[in-house]
């Protein structure tokens, strides 16, 4: 078995466990319920419960519920369904608004000390004094008003006697510093807003750099892994975890997030996907949320093939799509059945065939033994696919031409006879089979260079595929100004295909493979009657085949 590639924090996890720094390592995933989860997601869960799972240590799911206007019940709810299905279970449940009464009693205890001032400037006001890399900012009038007053104030924003924008609560550390962040950062709003589970209880509530550290401080986490964009943020987080009576002493780390060609990882801008009507939903399969993959057919084993092979770094960098679909054709490789199917059907009429259709037993997998197998006829009448046949054929081309011979994959060598077109286009192939050639059984010494799928033309059924392409027209999505402009209107093609009986049965948990086409799974709007299969992803590469 290949070993896992290591990174910096695992290393540093190890080396602080060998020197008796670290009993285990306590992590979180910490996701603001405002979204479903995507594939950049998956990077930090892998990484989060992966670590807590190898060092034999815990991992906390929270809820980073801190700004009510943009949670809901319907993502909390999706995002715990996300992480278990991505293979991993918590140790605890939390949620930063179970610590809103003790952040309320630290930002007194700021205040107190003299560390926390209540501003009562415009929202404007404050960005404008802020300063910018370059210049310092300028100080609140507020900024030296007694304790007294400040804790006064303070306490009228909770009972609800201000209006929202009326004043907020801000941390005071200096106008002067290089970090804009310790530029005064503003600890608490007031909003009248209703808490999807504190209810009505607040109207003020702290920021995400208030609610963080002291949330992991509160949990006991060790390691607070977050993605670069925090780096600035981190002497605030030192900060207030130094000014305060907290119960642990976290440390955070950062990491570069999953940036993945062709797709945006913003939940804002998934968002505007789905309520834009671009596509049919959060889990519409080509989202690069884990609820699309899911329903398109990615296999859980399959994205943590690929966040392992992705690695873990401080270095920013965009990944290829092609990483992403070849973990996952990997995985499928192993776990997929392996059917009949053709997309694009021409009849073939095996002329010389007299008796009635052979029923062949195929396994499922040729290394799977125990996935079972099914039967599958060869009949008389049979279709390939157009693109198997060649009437001008260039070179190199192997499948069926003119006068030339193919092997039908799992049955017999067939020679070509006649074609017949009706109004110009081809309809049926007339061949002759070779019954001296039988997979499996073949003593005649005859060799094609050829094989291709096929299915018995009389027990074959109609089944519904969804072709999906890449969602949008550029490698670069998130960049766009407007995401309309970079919609590929050709990401998602009905299509049909005729498929071997055993899989026209509605079977929501198999994964699939199409022989020679590529990995499907059956949508869950399948019904017995009416079976529908998404595209996974294709056999080759078809990103790096569009460019070449
Ligand atoms: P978004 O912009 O999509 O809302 P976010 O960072 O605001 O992303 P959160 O729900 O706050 O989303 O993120 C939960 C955790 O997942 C955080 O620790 C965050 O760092 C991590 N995370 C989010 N996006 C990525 C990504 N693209 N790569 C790696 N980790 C990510
Ligand atoms: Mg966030």
């Not at 209810?199 to 670069?228: K, M, N, R, V």
Request: hydrophobic share 35%; charged share 25%; glycine share 6%.
């Amino acid at each position: 078995m290949l070993e896992k590639p290591t990174h910096f924090i695992r290393t540093k996890i190890a080396e602080q466990i060998k020197q008796g720094q670290l009993d285990v390592p306590v992590t979180r995933f910490p996701p603001e319920p405002n979204g479903y989860l995507h594939i950049g997601h998956a990077k930090s869960i892998c990484l989060n419960f992966g670590l807590a799972q190898e060092f034999g240590g815990r991992c906390h799911l929270r809820f980073d519920d801190t700004n009510p206007a943009k949670e809901s019940q319907e993502y909390i709810d999706a995002i715990e369904a996300d992480v278990r299905w991505l293979g991993f279970q918590w140790d605890a449940l939390h949620h930063a608004s179970d610590y809103f009464e003790t952040l309320y009693q630290w930002a007194v205890h700021l205040i107190q000390h003299g560390d926390a001032y209540v501003d009562e400037q415009s929202a404007e006001a404050i960005r404008a004094t802020r300063g910018t890399l370059t210049e310092p900012g300028v100080e609140s009038p507020y900024r030296d008003r007694a304790t007294a007053e400040n804790v006064a104030r303070f306490s009228q924003m909770r009972a609800g006697e201000l209006p929202d924008g009326a004043a907020v609560l801000r941390a005071k550390i200096s106008m002067a510093s290089p970090n804009l962040n310790l530029r005064d950062p503003i600890i608490y709003r007031i909003k009248h807003v209703s808490h999807p589970r504190a209810g009505d209880a607040w109207c003020i509530y702290p920021t995400y750099d208030f609610a963080h550290g002291q949330s992991d401080a509160i949990e006991g986490i060790t390691h607070s892994l977050c993605t670069l964009e925090f780096e600035d943020h981190r002497p605030l987080y030192e900060w207030f975890l130094k000014k305060l009576p907290v119960p642990s002493k976290p440390k955070q780390t950062e990491f570069s997030r999953l940036e993945l060609e062709g797709t945006v990882t913003s939940k804002r801008k998934l968002n505007t996907l789905v309520t834009e009507g671009y596509v049919q939903g959060w889990d519409d399969p080509r989202m690069p949320t884990i609820a699309g993959l899911r329903r398109r057919g990615y296999s859980p084993e399959g994205i943590r093939l690929f966040c392992e092979r992705i690695g873990v770094t401080r270095k920013p960098n965009t990944i290829e799509y092609q990483i992403l679909e070849g973990a996952v054709r990997d995985d499928l490789e192993g776990r997929a059945q392996k059917g009949l199917a053709v997309l694009d059907p021409i009849r073939v009429v095996v002329d010389n065939w007299t008796e009635s259709p052979l029923a062949l037993e195929i396994p499922w997998h040729p290394k799977h033994p125990e996935y079972g197998s099914r039967v599958a006829y060869f009949g008389p009448e049979l279709w390939i696919d157009r693109s198997d046949f060649e009437e001008d054929p260039p070179e190199g081309f192997f499948r069926l031409t003119p006068g030339g011979s193919v092997r039908l994959k799992y049955g017999f060598i067939v020679d070509h006879v006649e074609t017949i077109r009706v109004d110009g286009r081809i309809e049926t192939l007339i061949v002759r089979y070779d019954p001296a050639t039988r997979s499996g059984q073949d003593q005649s010494g005859r060799k094609v260079k050829g094989t291709i799928h096929w299915v018995d033309a009389n027990t074959a059924q109609r089944v519904a595929i969804r072709w999906y392409g890449p969602l949008f027209t550029v490698p670069d999505p998130a960049r766009a100004d407007e995401l309309a402009s970079v919609i590929n209107p050709e990401s998602l093609i009905k299509r049909t295909a005729w498929v071997e009986p055993a899989m026209a049965v509605c079977q929501p948990d198999a994964y699939w493979q199409f022989e020679r086409l590529g990995f499907f799974k059956q949508d869950p709007e399948s019904t017995p009657k009416h079976v529908v299969y998404n595209l996974t992803v294709g056999l080759k590469d078809q990103w790096a085949k569009k460019q070449s």
